[in-house]
Each structure stands twice: as C-alpha cells, then as structure tokens.
C-alpha cells in the first residue's frame, strides 16, 4: 500500500512538473529544446502520410459501398471483430428482378425472353461488382486500414512519449539553471566582508549554509539533467526509426495501389464484355 501511494505521489509529481513546464513555455518563460530539421521533416510525413491514408480510405469505401447506412452496418460488425455477412449487389437484385418478371409476364413473349436475357447479364454484371469489392476490400483497404490501426498507433504513442520526455528535459534545465543563479547569489552574499566584532557573524554563517544547500542543489540537478539528457536522446532515437519506417509504409501502399488498379481493370473489363455480349444476344 505505501509502495502504491508513493508510486502514486511520484507520478502526480512528475505530471506536475510537465505541465508547469509546458505552461512557461506557452508563456514564453522557458526555452524549448527543439528537434532537428530532419526529424521535423519526418513528423511532417508521418502526418501527411496519415491524413491522406484517412482520406483515400473512406473515399475508396464510399466508391465500393455508396450506401453509408450498408456501410456502417459493416464497420459496426467489424468493431465487433465479427464475420461481415454477404451482401446481395444491386446488379445481382436487378437481375432477380427482370428474371421474376419475366415469370409472370411469361417468358415466351418477345417482352419476358428479353428480361431473361437482360436479367441473366445484369447478374453476372453484379457478380463481378462483387469480386471487384471483395478484392478491393482485401488487397487495397485492408492493408491501409492495418496501417492507421497498427503502425500508426504505435507512432502516435512513441511520440507522446518523446513530448514528454523532452518537458522532462527541459525541466531539468530549467532547474539547473535556476540552482546555478541562486548558488552564485549566495557565493556573492558570502564573499561580503564578515562583522568580525561577533565571534560568528550570523550573517556570514547563513550565507555559508546558504552557499553549501546551493552547491548541493546544483550537484543533484546537473546528474538529473544528465538522465533526462540520455532518456531523450533514446527515446528520440526510437521515435526516428519509427518515422522512418513510413518510407516502407509507402512503398507497401504502392503495391496495394497497383493490385487495386488490376482489380478495377479486370473489373471494367468484364462489364464491356458482358454488355457486349448482350448486346449481340439481343441483335443490335
């Protein structure tokens, strides 16, 4: 239990100190240590990276599934890690539709043979507008989705990590420096020339003791600052390598791109054959 307490207390006091640091520096009464123009430039990617996957992502799901009620309906059974259900296209109901038609019209008559025949492509028409989705889904959504979900996270909480690492930083400077300034004032006060008609001047005894907790203070605040030094500089090199990891991202985005087009290709290809197909059947 008082392990606990004090665990508590320790964190409370290291969140203290952040958000004090933090503050000056939005008041402009603190200095801030800033990252190098390389690893700005990779934040700016990473971001960028993000922002666009997000958007290329709910896009290419509003083209497969244009109805948002259809679609979340699916991300629902997704949070919920089940199984989405299969989903009739509306080509594939079309088609149900002109086929039952035609059962009731009579499929000997000029106008039910024909709904048959329009019918049975609009089926097929459907059925390759679900291989499309499916294969869309799987090779180019899938692995975006795997990115903001994975990769992503993981990037946003290294980062967090760094912040708050640099505060910590930052903090200790700005103790060292204080410790520093205070134990110059008490060498200087000490310096000053004694009352000697007092065996022990009072004075000069507190300076003294003043000067000693200084140079104490200045001692514990440069080995903390040495800590948070090494602690930022290995969190800053995790972080890196993190944001350098979104070249591989793209190039892995780029090949699902591609399988994407292939799958559109294919796609739009056999809907002009199908058409056309009909369009033969039907003598025109």
């Not at 019209?105 to 329009?118: A, H, Q």
Request: with cysteine.
């Amino acid at each position: 239990m008082d392990f606990s307490v004090k665990k508590l207390a320790s964190g409370a006091g290291v969140f203290f100190t952040r958000a004090v640091q933090f503050t000056e520096e939005k008041l402009g009464q603190a200095e801030k240590t800033e990252l190098d123009a390389h690893f700005e430039n990779l934040l700016s990617r990473a971001d960028s990276t993000k922002n666009w996957t997000e958007k290329i992502l709910r896009q290419t799901e509003v083209l497969l599934q244009p109805n948002p009620s259809a679609r979340i309906e699916e991300f629902l059974y997704e949070k919920l890690d089940r199984k989405i259900p299969s989903r009739i296209t509306n080509g594939e109901l079309l088609g149900q539709y002109m086929v039952d038609a035609a059962s009731e019209f009579g499929p000997g008559t000029p106008y039910g043979s024909t709904l048959i025949k329009v019918g049975e492509a609009q089926r097929r028409l459907g059925a390759a507008d679900r291989d499309f989705i499916q294969s869309s889904m799987i090779n180019f959504l899938t692995p975006l989705r795997n990115f903001l979900e994975g990769d992503w996270k993981t990037i946003l909480r290294e980062r967090r990590l760094l912040e708050n690492r640099r505060l910590d930083l930052d903090a200790s400077k700005t103790r060292l420096k204080k410790a520093k300034t205070a134990e110059a004032k008490a060498a200087c006060e000490g310096e000053a020339t004694p009352d000697f008609q007092e065996t022990r001047p009072r004075n000069y005894v507190l300076s003294a003791s003043a000067s000693a907790l200084w140079s104490e203070e200045v001692t514990k605040a440069e080995q903390e600052l040495r800590v948070a030094q090494t602690e930022f500089d290995r969190q800053a090199e995790v972080t890196r390598l993190l944001l350098e990891g979104i070249s591989s991202t793209h190039i892995n985005h780029l090949r699902c791109l591609h399988e994407f087009v292939e799958a559109q290709a294919t796609y739009y290809a056999q809907c002009y054959q199908y058409t056309v197909d009909l369009q033969k059947l039907l003598g025109r």
